[in-house]
């Protein structure tokens, strides 16, 4: 209840006019005509996707390697150099 203790008035019903779009369920069937097409676009980037995923795996795996060996090789540098004095 609100502070004056009156009940609130009931809220009216909206009718959609005559000029007025069908609601979204009515365009479903044109819609899947439509949207075919989508559909398939999208099937075929999900499918390049795990092409495109594969390829960077290798790359970053490539990379790593590259960059473990390059790390190795500074270390036995400093290591020699250490060693004798420098």
Do not use: W
């Not at 006019?17 to 479903?28: E, G, H, N």
């Not at 069937?29 to 099937?43: E, Y």
């Amino acid at each position: 209840m609100r502070r004056s203790q009156e009940p609130l008035p009931p809220t009216p019903r909206r009718r959609r006019r005559a000029d007025t779009p069908p609601p979204p369920a009515a365009a479903v069937p044109d819609s899947l005509a439509r949207l075919q097409p989508l559909k398939q676009l999208h099937v075929q980037q999900l499918e390049g996707q795990g092409e495109r995923a594969a390829k960077i795996d290798a790359l970053l795996s490539a990379y790593n390697t590259f960059v473990m060996d390059v790390s190795a090789k500074c270390v036995g540098i400093d290591a020699a150099l250490a060693k004798h004095g420098h």
